[in-house]
């Protein structure tokens, strides 16, 4: 009872098993519109906004990298913090510019866009990529200590 009343610290297993949920389930489904755009990159050439002004092509290579390669590292926990700006600034920009911020519009780039910032900030956890590559560095240096 005393665990459901109170919340678990940061780096308990139960948080990180559900920082781990969270980064499966939403990476997977970031990376299936990530998975569209690349089938359809021709296609959508014509179409896809310019919001920056560089171009539709950058435009939507941008959006299929942050979609699809970024999505997958963040599923990962690789280089965590650095592959979810280009996802949160894909988000923002699909929420603000797109739909005009708008949430009855544009609510599931506002969903995303909150989950991603919510989860930049919480960090990947400890099963993660990065949380397995901060340990290793983190014991050599303390045997450089001795």
């Known amino acids: 009872m005393k665990n459901f009343l109170f919340p678990l610290p940061p780096s308990s297993k139960a948080y990180s098993l559900f920082l781990l949920a969270l980064r499966v389930i939403f990476g997977i489904l970031l990376m299936r519109h990530g998975i569209e755009k690349f089938y359809n990159y021709t296609s959508l050439c014509f179409t896809f906004p310019d919001p920056i002004g560089y171009g539709k092509d950058l435009a939507l290579i941008f959006v299929v990298f942050a979609e ?3 999505s997958l590292a ?23 510019y ?3 911020g708008s949430v009855a519009n544009g609510e599931l780039a506002f969903s995303y866009l909150l989950l991603f910032i919510l989860m930049y900030i919480a960090g990947p956890g400890r099963y993660s990529v990065d ?16």
Request: proline share 2%; aromatic share 16%; hydrophobic share 55%.
């Open 68 to 70: 699809l390669c970024c």
């Open 131 to 146: 949380a397995i590559i901060s340990y290793h560095l983190n014991k050599h240096e303390d045997d450089d200590e001795f």
């Open 98 to 100: 797109i739909h005009g």
């Open 74 to 96: 963040f599923i990962f926990g690789v280089l965590y913090r650095l592959c979810m700006i280009p996802m949160i600034i894909v988000m923002a920009t699909a929420f603000f």
